[in-house]
């Protein structure tokens, strides 16, 4: 164990013995998801690096205290890329918190999410001790395949140390199609074209100034696009312009989320099939109609949660309204299998509970 580890290892074991509550914390970037974080910060900012990159091989290991922007760089520099797009909100980033969080950008519908991507993780559990999980192949896994388990765990089994991940080549080719539809017409649309040899990657709809638009973006082999453009039809965009919008889409930067002002985020996750919800509010949809993001006033996302629930989804308060506190609970809670489940592993990982559970179940 290397001295950056074995500080972090003894700061873990401290704790465990002094029944101190640790938060894990990477750059911040992503402090409002997830309840209120509390407890004493545990940086990872000193476990930094690329541990092995192999291009050919499309796997790369890279410590959890690595900026994102880094490993985007290096990898970019080979012509491949994260595919499933993940938000960076603001600058500093860090791989472990891009795992611990499980977010993931526009394409995540098409190219999956970051669990599908994590081949092996190594984690400090509450009792400091250095685990491995995984490797650096696809078929590795036997009983509970732990490495994909962190992925949106926010830090409640251990600190993230280092991790695995399957990386892609760039698409050759990549265009932008506008289509001037209502909502209905728009999720229509997505399923239809989701059930055909087509080279989809990303979609949103929204509607703005009084009229709804659904983008579509297409990437793949070049002769594959170019076919699906002249199928397809719509309003070709600028490459420039439309790589400008996605990368605002995948922060949540643009005009649709910039509008909040004194609302609350929620994200709903329903079947790509649900039909329009029961809502009021015009939505920002995204993953082929699976993300549907709403803006409320406080205090009235349970109508939003109910919507969701009859979809045959769950609904996420997402960002507080101007950061502002509030006793709605972030996440749905858990059905009693699954926090069986949750519970368990928490005991087997942390059984002094170090490490800050209520971000994830503020009841536990």
Same mark, same amino acid.
């Given at each position: 164990?290397?001295? $950056? ?5 003894? &700061? ?5 013995? #002094? ?15 997830? @309840? ?9 900012? @000193?476990? %930094? ?7 050919? #091989?499309?796997?790369?290991?890279? &410590? ?20 499933? @797009? /993940? /938000? ?32 092996? $993780? ?6 400091? !001790? ?5 490797? %650096? ?7 509970? =395949? ?7 765990? +926010?830090?409640? +089994? ?10 892609? /080549? ?37 509607? @703005? ?21 002249? &199928?397809?039809?719509? !309003? ?6 439309? &790589?400008?919008?996605? *990368? ?6 643009? /005009? ?24 009021? !509010? ?17 205090? *009235?996302?349970?109508?939003?949660? *109910?919507?969701?629930?009859? $979809? ?9 309204? =101007? ?34 559970? $209520? ?6």
């Amino acid at each position: 164990m290397d001295p $950056a580890l074995r500080q972090i290892a003894e &700061r873990i074991r401290a704790a465990a013995a #002094e029944r101190t509550v640790l938060r894990i914390r990477g750059a911040g970037t992503k402090d409002f998801y997830g @309840e209120p974080p509390r407890g004493e910060p545990l940086s990872t900012g @000193e476990l %930094q690096g690329l541990v092995s990159y192999e291009p050919s #091989e499309l796997v790369v290991t890279v &410590r959890a205290g690595t900026p994102l922007a880094a490993l985007e760089a290096a990898l970019a520099a080979q012509g491949q890329c994260l595919p499933f @797009e /993940p /938000p960076r909100f603001e600058q500093g980033g860090t791989v472990g918190g891009m795992v611990a969080a499980g977010l993931s950008g526009p394409a995540r519908a098409s190219a999956g999410a970051v669990r599908d991507y994590v081949l092996g $993780a190594q984690l400090l559990n509450g009792r400091g !001790e250095l685990l491995s999980f995984g490797g %650096q192949v696809m078929k590795n896994v036997a009983g509970y =395949d732990v490495s994909r388990v962190l992925a949106g765990s +926010l830090g409640v +089994l251990g600190l993230i140390t280092e991790v695995s991940l399957k990386v892609l /080549p760039v698409p050759p080719a990549e265009a932008t199609l506008v289509f001037d539809c209502h909502q209905a017409d728009a999720l229509r649309l997505l399923n239809g074209w989701g059930g055909q040899p087509l080279p989809l990657n990303a979609s949103r709809w929204t509607h @703005e100034q009084g009229q709804g638009r659904l983008w579509l973006r297409l990437r793949g082999a070049t002769a594959a696009v170019a076919a699906a453009c002249t &199928r397809l039809g719509g !309003e070709r965009q600028d490459d420039a312009q439309a &790589r400008s919008d996605w *990368e605002a889409a995948r922060d949540l930067r643009l /005009p649709w989320f910039d509008a909040r002002q004194g609302k609350e985020l929620w994200r709903l996750s329903v079947p790509q099939t649900a039909p329009v919800l029961p809502l009021e !509010e015009p939505p920002l949809i995204e993953w082929h109609g699976g993300q549907r993001w709403y803006q409320v006033a406080p205090g *009235e996302g349970e109508r939003l949660r *109910e919507a969701a629930r009859s $979809a045959g989804g769950h609904a996420t308060l997402f960002m507080t309204a =101007d950061g502002a506190g509030t006793a709605t609970r972030r996440f749905d809670a858990l059905s009693a299998p699954l926090k069986r489940i949750h519970e368990a592993l928490m005991r087997e990982f942390d059984p002094h509970a170090v490490f800050d559970r $209520a971000r994830l179940f503020p009841t536990t």
